[in-house]
Nanobody
């Protein structure tokens, strides 16, 4: 299974970006799909998570500004980021809990996409 992320870039503070991540390969189904980020010198942290049923969870620092969504049929997850702040700068990684065959779970990371917010 491969996760391919796209959509990062450079944006001014207050701007918006949309990240996308597509899963491909041997997939029976996908449970949780998430976005994490890692800023220089900091640990990787959860940004947002969405279950297969559409329930969402957000990190405290992005609540009200970011929105996660997914398309189960296409095995994709998106992250809409509004009102971006310089503190949102970092490498963003998608993550998926995949049922590769019935009752056989595995976890995968995408390659990361850089988001830079200038002040």
């Amino acid at each position: 299974v491969q996760l391919q992320a796209s959509g990062g870039g450079l944006v001014e503070a207050g701007g918006s970006l949309r990240l996308s991540c597509s899963a491909s390969g041997s997939i029976f189904s996908i449970n949780d799909m998430s976005w994490y980020r890692q800023a220089p010198g900091k640990e990787r942290e959860l940004v947002a998570r969405i279950t297969s049923g559409g329930f969402t969870k957000y990190g405290d620092s992005v609540k009200g500004r970011f929105a996660i969504s997914r398309d189960n049929a296409k095995h994709t997850v998106n992250l809409r980021m509004n009102s971006l702040e310089p503190e949102d700068t970092g490498v963003y990684y998608c993550h998926a809990e995949v049922e590769v065959t019935l009752n056989s779970l595995a976890w995968f990371w995408g390659q990361g996409t850089q988001v830079t917010v200038s002040s």
